[in-house]
């Protein structure tokens, strides 16, 4: 499963980077465009098509009678080479579940959980593409000039509500679209990327933030291509969603099994030094998996080491894998808590822990014996077991 690997930025994941967002040569938007949103959009559009490589992280949030979807679209775009890849992943789950890729000339996507691949039925422009591939509203917005859901609205920009807003440090002018409901697109002054986005569906409240942004971004280690075996057949993308999107199964149906090697990986711990699973060869571990997004997962990794504090065997080794990239939400999730066993943070790679053990719901528990997998399960009192 191709995914790019990256070293951890300095940036939170959870919040834009304000470095990034200000690394950029373009001059203040002209008075009359702050005015004119048709100017606006239009020269949003021509800028974001000039420039070379983008990557952006957005944060969708979707309300619905009570209920909050919180998903995440990371964004690789090659512009000059019409080339495209996105992850997204659900809040709460340990690492993205659908990639998308285009490679100047088709769409493939991959259900990572399943590791099913499909392809879109026909060519796309690049623009097109970023509108159907999971990228996210804000990025669709800056290729296209709206959000794909103002189009579902059939919304029409009426007017520009002034300069002067800040989202995240960055100055902003706020459009105004109007139609059967009302929409909100903030679009940054300097660079003319849009910040934020607001809209109203039937039922649904649909607000979308940019996080992170970097033009002219490193993309040498991003491949945007899906490889499949030569021959095999693809179902399109339609019809795969209609499959993907029904159960897929117990997810515990795709953990290792007990006998198995057990796969290594490779993850960073708190004080930047790489660490491998394979340091445990020769001894008895029990690893969790968790996700500091997930209070009941957090609460259940400090209940399994205060039972490996209690272990009768002193040579049994306990390891934590936190799901993320970066440090900073470990170290909040863990305030006011105290971990004995080795953490590390497993980054996100198609080498990384969650991934080579095919875990996306958490927490999960493996015991380990000299790199060979003993059992693995989601029940705590089982992993407290293997302690006794």
């Known amino acids: 499963m191709p995914t790019a690997i990256r070293r951890p930025r300095p940036s939170s994941y959870l919040r834009a980077s304000t470095l990034a967002l200000t690394l950029f040569s373009a001059v203040p938007v002209p008075a009359a465009q702050q005015r004119d949103p048709a100017l606006l959009l239009q020269s949003m559009i021509e800028t974001t098509g000039k420039r070379s490589r983008v990557r952006a992280l957005v944060r969708n949030v979707t ?23 996105t992850l997204q992943r659900d809040f709460g789950r340990a690492t993205p579940h659908l990639l998308s890729v285009h490679d100047g000339t088709r769409l493939r996507q991959q259900q990572l959980e399943i590791d099913e691949v499909a392809v879109a039925e026909k060519a796309r422009t690049l623009p097109d593409t970023i509108k159907v591939a999971g990228a996210g509203e804000l990025v669709a917005a800056a290729f296209c000039g709206r959000p794909p859901a103002f189009d579902a609205a059939a919304l029409k920009p009426s007017n520009c509500d002034g300069a002067g807003e800040v989202i995240d440090g960055v100055g902003c002018t706020k459009v105004l679209f109007a139609g059967a409901t009302a929409g909100a697109l903030w679009i940054g002054d300097t660079d003319l990327f849009p910040r934020l986005m607001r809209v109203t569906l039937g039922a649904l409240e649909i607000e979308e933030q940019l996080l992170e942004l970097e033009v002219d971004a490193d993309l040498s280690g991003v491949e945007f291509e899906i490889a499949v075996p030569e021959g095999r057949r693809l ?18 149906s795709r953990w290792p099994r007990p006998g198995d090697d057990s796969p ?14 394979s340091e445990t060869a020769e001894h008895r571990a029990v690893v969790a998996f968790w996700n500091p997004e997930v209070p009941a997962s957090v609460e259940q990794a400090q209940a399994l080491d205060a039972a490996w504090r209690s272990r009768k065997d002193e040579s049994l080794q306990c390891w934590h894998v936190a799901a993320g990239r970066l440090p900073g939400p470990v170290n909040t999730a863990l305030r006011g808590r105290s971990l004995q066993g080795t953490l590390v943070v497993a980054g996100e790679h198609a080498q990384s822990a969650f991934q080579q053990f095919s875990i996306w719901k958490t927490p999960v528990f493996a015991c380990i014996d000299d790199m060979q997998i003993v059992e693995m399960t989601n029940d705590l009192e089982v992993a407290r077991n293997w302690l006794r």
């Open 235 to 252: 179902r399109s993308v339609a019809e795969a969603h209609a499959s993907w999107g029904k159960d897929l199964g117990p997810e515990e």
């Open 264 to 277: 290594d990986f490779a993850a960073v711990d708190l004080a930047g030094q790489l660490r491998l699973l």
């Open 63 to 85: 309300r619905s009678k009570g209920s909050e979807t919180v998903r995440f679209f990371e964004s690789f775009i090659d512009v000059r080479g019409g080339r495209l890849r």
